[in-house]
């Protein structure tokens, strides 16, 4: 007989990725450049994104969690110590070097469902930017200057066939990001980065299954098949499914049912024993790319709010604004900010303030005073 599923309010539920997510707590990877690689084996990913009217996302991810964090530190993982490298997940992101084994399958099989604008890579441009790293070492696309340049056959492509072929080749596996500077990449083959003979073996489909699983049970606390499948295909959700029911016949996962929600979820058996109390009255100007706001419905369920991402939006059409932040005071989305960054007179500007619900409050207006202010000065470099 199936046990009923344990029910879960949606202030348990929201506190339990809180936790999970490092949101309920001041400074929990600790400090210094350690604490990066820390958070990003953590969150299990770290997205990428070219918007820079504010800070970068992946900067500002990490700048959430870790108050101390500065940009030399991402430098250090992935160039240094070499503990994080760039793959795709949902979107392009940094991933804990770790859990390269479970990306190579994509690498050898995969890479070409990923991107549409180097199809038409020719075997001969491939070849070639890859035997000038091979000989002069790590390259950017700026020091390739004798390309002749073709018409773009994708909107976010490249008219130099050389790009076209380092993107081909990153996502092949043979060459990693070795080094990024804003958005400008700098290319090396992906064997000699690591110190390595050969490209490692890749994981099993099963065993790609578990790690899928048990990193959104660390980052997400709580979990649904498509908050562990985020944009995943009908057929990996399925397989899923099946893992996750595996798991639940031998106890290793409990079924509950979240407050509201039409879809069943999971959490470990020691998440039983967790009796999230509300957090303390602490702030976080979120990123729209955090791990915490990325999937809407999920984010919807859990926190009675609805994210407009509007920056694609026409600005007659737009109702919150270009960029805006959610502002998360302890556990209850409270604003969104359209915010942007002046950096010539050195200032962040509150585009419009948009108070969600009936949360607006004097206090609540103090204390996200007080971290735009240490928001403005991280992206400043006054802090």
Not at 51 to 75: A, D, K, W
Not at 126 to 135: C, D, P, S, T
Not at 161 to 175: C, I, M, Q, T
Not at 236 to 249: G, I, N, P, Q, T
Request: proline residues 5%; positive net charge; charged residues 30%.
């Amino acid at each position: 007989m199936n046990t009923p599923p344990l029910p879960i309010t949606s202030a348990q539920a929201r506190r339990l990725w809180l936790q999970a997510q490092r949101l309920d707590a001041a400074e929990p990877f600790g400090a210094g450049p350690a604490a990066t690689p820390a958070a990003v084996v953590h969150l299990g990913y770290l997205q990428i994104d070219t918007i820079n009217v504010i800070e970068r996302c992946h900067h500002h991810i990490l700048f959430t969690r870790i108050p101390s964090y500065r940009r030399e530190h991402l430098h250090q993982a992935q160039s240094v110590d070499k503990t994080v490298f760039e793959y795709w997940t949902h979107a392009l992101s940094y991933l804990p070097t770790e859990a390269l084994p479970f990306h190579v399958r994509q690498m050898r099989r995969n890479w070409s469902k990923r991107v549409v604008w180097f199809q038409k890579v020719l075997d001969s441009d491939l070849r070639r930017v890859l035997a000038r790293i091979r000989k002069h070492g790590a390259l950017s696309i700026r020091d390739i200057d004798d390309d002749v340049r073709q018409e773009k056959d994708h909107a976010w492509g490249s008219r130099k066939p050389s790009k076209r072929a380092l993107e081909a080749a990153f996502y092949k596996g043979l060459v990693t990001i070795s080094e990024r500077v804003g958005m400008l990449k700098t290319y090396e083959l992906l064997t000699r980065h690591f110190g390595l003979e050969r490209l490692p073996s890749g994981a099993s489909d099963r065993e790609i299954l578990n790690y899928r699983l048990d990193r959104a049970l660390t980052s997400q606390g709580i979990v649904s098949v498509d908050s562990i499948c985020h944009l995943e295909s009908a057929d990996r959700k399925a397989s899923m499914r099946r893992l996750v029911d595996a798991r639940v016949r031998v106890k290793q996962l409990i079924p509950v049912h979240v407050e509201g929600a039409s879809r069943p979820h999971w959490i470990r058996p020691e998440a039983q024993a967790f009796n999230p109390a509300p957090t303390q009255e602490q702030v976080h100007i979120l990123s729209p790319f955090d791990p915490l706001v990325i999937q809407r419905k999920r984010l919807k369920l859990f926190f009675d709010y609805e994210h407009r991402f509007e920056a694609y939006v026409p600005k007659e059409k737009r109702v919150f604004g270009y960029f805006v932040c959610p502002v998360l005071v302890s556990d209850k989305i409270v604003a969104g900010l359209d915010l942007k960054t002046d950096r010539e007179r050195g200032r962040l500007l509150v585009q419009k303030w948009n108070w969600v619900g009936k949360n607006k409050s004097a206090e609540r207006r103090r204390l996200m005073e007080e971290a735009l202010g240490r928001f403005e000065a991280f992206q400043l470099g006054r802090s």
